[in-house]
């Protein structure tokens, strides 16, 4: 099933980074769940943030300023 | 010839262990029994061992549960290829169990052991074959009830065939035993047999 729905992925440089960011985004009731870093993607630390693309703005607004998101990608 | 299984009056996940352990054996099995859950159970299962699955609602609540081997070549219903799948070898026979004992995996700091338990749980989703079954017990039964952020992906196992079991006593410990979300409340008889007759079993 996880492979019809699309999804993005937002990567760190550092795991405290993806968890000060999954905080955030709970927070501000963006539906966002931490996962391992797909093995075709690298990134510095193994977990990132999995949402679907329509949240992708309202992601990139709400972590402004907060948390540095190093990437994000089509999963 | 077709082996029936009479399993009315026994509790999950008795049932799909019998019916389980009769398929190895014979191509078709109709299964006797009395319990909704088990019915959804052995739906799953047969779907995994890639059988044609027929159900007959008779009185009294008891249901015949037919399972047959499905013969047109390419009808066999193939897991989802997926080139994210975790392919491994199987270093020997025998089912793969999977032991969450707690919340959190590995011991030391807790934040990150959530943090890595969720990643595990994730993952097991991408292993080809998928673990047979995953046993819940201590704080490990808070990752099946309501609201856990791994819900998701347990009931994707267990859509997948893969048979889910938390210990009763625990979620009764914790007073979570109504917030169940998936998989069936199990007890120390079949949780120690099951781990028992493992061919491997992972605990993280």
């Given at each position: 099933m996880n492979q019809v729905k699309e999804f993005h992925v937002a990567l760190f440089t550092s795991v405290s980074y993806a968890l000060r960011a999954e905080k955030i985004l709970k927070k501000a009731g963006i539906p966002c769940r931490l996962i391992p870093?797909?093995?075709?993607i690298s990134s510095d630390c193994g977990v990132c943030l999995r949402f679907s693309p329509d949240y992708r703005k309202q992601i990139v607004d709400t972590l402004a300023g907060k948390v540095d998101v190093s990437d994000i990608r089509p999963l | 010839m077709v082996r029936i299984i009479d399993?009315?009056?026994?509790?999950?996940?008795v049932p799909v262990i019998l019916t389980k352990k009769a398929l190895e054996q014979q191509d078709d099995v109709t299964v006797i029994v009395d319990d909704d859950v088990a019915v959804g159970n052995i739906k799953r299962l047969g779907a995994k061992l890639g059988r044609a699955i027929n159900i007959e609602m008779k009185e009294g609540g008891v249901f015949h549960i037919h399972l047959s081997r499905i013969?047109?070549?390419?009808?066999e219903p193939v897991a989802e290829k997926d080139t994210n799948a975790l392919d491994y070898e199987s270093c020997g026979p025998g089912p793969l169990i999977v032991v969450?004992?707690?919340?959190?995996?590995?011991?030391?700091d807790d934040e990150l052991g959530y943090v890595l338990i969720r990643s595990f749980i994730h993952t097991l989703l991408t292993?080809?074959?998928?673990?047979?079954t995953i046993i819940f017990y201590n704080?490990?039964?808070?990752?099946?009830?309501?609201?856990?952020?791994v819900l998701d992906d347990l009931k994707q196992l267990e859509e997948a065939g893969t048979s889910i079991l938390v210990c009763g006593t625990c979620t009764n410990y914790f007073g979570i035993s109504d917030t169940l979300d998936v998989g069936c409340i199990s007890n120390m008889y079949d949780i120690t047999s099951i781990m028992a007759g493992a061919g491997r079993l992972i605990t993280p």
């Open positions: 870093v797909p093995r075709h | 399993a009315k009056g026994l509790a999950c996940p013969t047109e070549a390419g009808k969450i004992s707690s919340d959190r995996m590995g011991r030391g292993l080809n074959p998928l673990p047979d704080t490990g039964v808070k990752l099946a009830v309501r609201d856990s952020e």
